[in-house]
């Protein structure tokens, strides 16, 4: 798995950061469903957070100067209320692998997310995961500059990593670290047993599609002797892709796709480790599906352009985190 932006080992926030958090959820939910006045009652309190933040005393507020208006654009106005409106997307508007997933899971989480940027309110967490791909990066590096891995040096680098405050109770915290141990296990096996030369580690790309940029990070590049490359994305979770699934998997295409722009041509193989449940599932890319598969992302990529984002309707929408925005969701509860 490689995220776009920075790994967060462990976040940790203090009061006033989840406070204006909490504001800020409060905003946009309160501005998406047209309560205006409860959204300007939540900008003056995160205002006052801001000072206080600052180190400023309340008494500094000046409701006056804050409600200060300097005049808006009322040409653009009245241009909406005649059926004319402003694009959506902007010009510089970026695609990820993960973006275009979202898209082809639903496109209204997508707008929610990618174009909207509403946050979800995710509370801070302890993600485990997180974690062993930082452990597995700074190993990696440490293979570049010609390092040989050990046991013990992977075992010191995860105990430095490891976050300080314990999320959870101390028994979930053991457990985390048993897990994390095992996990590191596989991971030393599987970097015994494998031949190819690691190349590069979160290898970032950018290539165009459909006049658009995609950008993203590949956890691993590797060359063979015969010096073909082999793409390796490390997963944490415990369900997997089957080997029929992963040919139309859009993260494992999009990252042949950055590698055959980058050099030329696509790798010989496309792995998913599976790092806690000990499985490598692989993919076979050949030029004429992983054209197929371009012809499809840039068809997601014309329908964001085309600002077409419908709501699909799963079994996963109880789980989403802008169910409360959404229509449908709200009409089948």
């Known amino acids: 798995m490689s995220n776009e932006g920075l790994r967060n080992i462990a976040t940790l926030e203090s009061p006033i950061e989840k406070a204006k ?19 300007v009652q939540k900008l003056i309190d995160l205002e006052k957070l801001r000072l206080l933040e600052a180190g400023a005393d309340l008494d500094a507020f000046k ?14 106005l009245l241009q909406l209320t005649k059926g004319k409106r402003l ?11 993960s973006a275009l997933r979202t898209y082809n899971e639903c496109p209204m989480k997508y707008k929610l997310g990618y174009v909207l940027k509403v946050p979800t309110g995710t509370p801070a967490y302890f ?7 930082e452990v597995i990066h700074q190993l990696a590096l440490k293979e570049l500059n010609g390092t040989a891995i050990t046991r013990a040096m992977a075992s010191e680098l995860l105990g430095r990593l490891w976050p300080s405050t314990i999320f959870g109770s101390k028994l979930e915290d053991v457990e985390r670290k048993v897990r994390a141990e095992q996990m590191l296990d596989t991971y030393l096996e599987w970097l015994e047993h494998n031949d190819n030369d690691v190349i590069a580690a979160e ?11 995609v ?4 956890d691993r590049l590797e060359r063979t002797g015969d010096g073909e490359y082999v793409v390796i994305d490390f997963k944490t979770g415990s369900s997997g892709l089957s080997r029929n699934a992963i040919r139309d998997d859009i993260q494992m295409n999009t990252y042949c796709l950055a590698v055959l722009h980058k050099f030329g041509e696509l790798p010989k193989r496309a792995s998913l480790l599976y790092i806690e449940r000990n499985k490598t599932v692989n993919y076979i890319p050949d030029a004429e599906h992983v054209e197929q598969q371009k012809v499809r992302l840039e068809g997601i990529v014309g329908n964001v352009l085309n600002e077409e984002f419908p709501a699909t309707p799963s079994f996963g929408c109880k789980f989403c985190g802008y169910a409360d925005l959404c229509d449908y969701e709200k009409r089948s509860r």
């Open 203 to 213: 290898l970032e790309f950018l290539f165009p599609l459909k006049g658009r940029n």
């Open 127 to 133: 993600s485990l995961g997180s974690l062993m791909h």
């Open 215 to 218: 950008k993203g990070y590949i």
């Open 21 to 39: 958090k909490e504001l800020q959820d409060h905003i946009v939910t309160a501005t998406y469903q047209m309560r205006f006045t409860t959204a």
């Open 63 to 76: 409701l006056e100067g804050f409600m200060q208006y300097h005049g808006g654009d009322d040409d653009a």
């Open 87 to 97: 694009p959506l997307i902007s010009d510089d508007h970026r695609f990820s692998a």
